[in-house]
């Protein structure tokens, strides 16, 4: 699908819930993909893009950032605690929150910098074993947590079971941001973006269907 496709197809799915497609951000999850297919996407004038590591994003982005000055990078896939300095320095957003050390140790680098990405604590709605993520039993816990440590918790983050159907757990993410206070909710991809922004959704991250297969 086109850049333009995605954008109307999240449009549309935005109107049919009532919503303002206004409030749902577009996150180009360009991991792992060449730079001949990300340089079309930003010439297109899109300028929010997830990566997972945070090694490739610095590679990348640092060149290509300063040619498409307001590029807003988002590292969303899981975050090394001796990898956090060089996160926070390059994210505009961290949707991989995820664990009481990782929060003691953004919480430290926030009070070195004066300032920190935007948080968003993952999720494990289905407490896949293999998956990373906070257990749903534990995530009010685990946001108060964060408040205490004065960290800029804005919202919650999930990727549903492959094998189960999404709506439940986007649900599930939706009444536990709700009942937190929190008002961000990053979840849906390229295979259920529009049932996520039917439910909330704030932030999707869209990969394949932008940039193709990953090689």
């Given amino acids: 699908m086109s850049l333009d496709r995605i954008r109307s197809s999240i449009d ?13 951000t577009l996150i ?13 996407v930003l010439e297109a004038g899109h300028r929010v893009f997830g990566e997972n590591r945070v090694q490739e994003a610095q590679t990348r982005w640092g060149s290509l950032a300063p040619r498409f000055p307001g590029v807003e990078l988002h590292v969303i896939g899981p975050l090394q605690t001796n990898k956090a300095r060089a996160a926070v320095e390059i994210a505009h957003a961290i949707h991989s929150l995820d664990r009481p050390r990782l929060a003691e140790t ?3 680098l926030a009070q070195e910098r004066g300032a920190c990405p935007k948080l968003y604590v993952q999720v494990n709605t289905g407490a896949e074993p293999q998956k990373a993520g906070v257990l749903p039993d534990e995530a009010d816990r685990f946001v108060a947590r964060c408040h205490e440590l004065d960290l ?3 919202g919650l983050m999930c990727i549903p079971p492959a094998e189960e159907e999404p709506g439940p757990h986007f649900d599930m993410l939706r009444e536990m941001a709700a009942r937190n ?7 849906g991809m390229s295979g259920d973006f529009e049932a996520a922004i039917a439910r909330g959704a704030t932030h999707v991250r869209v990969g394949s269907a932008i940039f193709g297969a990953r090689d």
Avoid: C, F, N
């Avoid at 549309?12 to 749902?24: H, I």
């Avoid at 991991?31 to 990300?38: A, I, L, N, S, T």
């Avoid at 206070?181 to 979840?187: C, K, N």
């Fill in 28 to 40: 180009a999850v360009s991991k792992m993909q060449p730079e001949d297919r990300v340089l079309p």
């Fill in 181 to 187: 206070g929190l008002a961000g909710l990053s979840m």
């Fill in 12 to 24: 549309t799915a935005a109107s049919a819930a009532g919503r303002d497609p206004g409030e749902v």
């Fill in 106 to 108: 953004l919480a430290r």
């Fill in 152 to 154: 800029p918790v804005v």
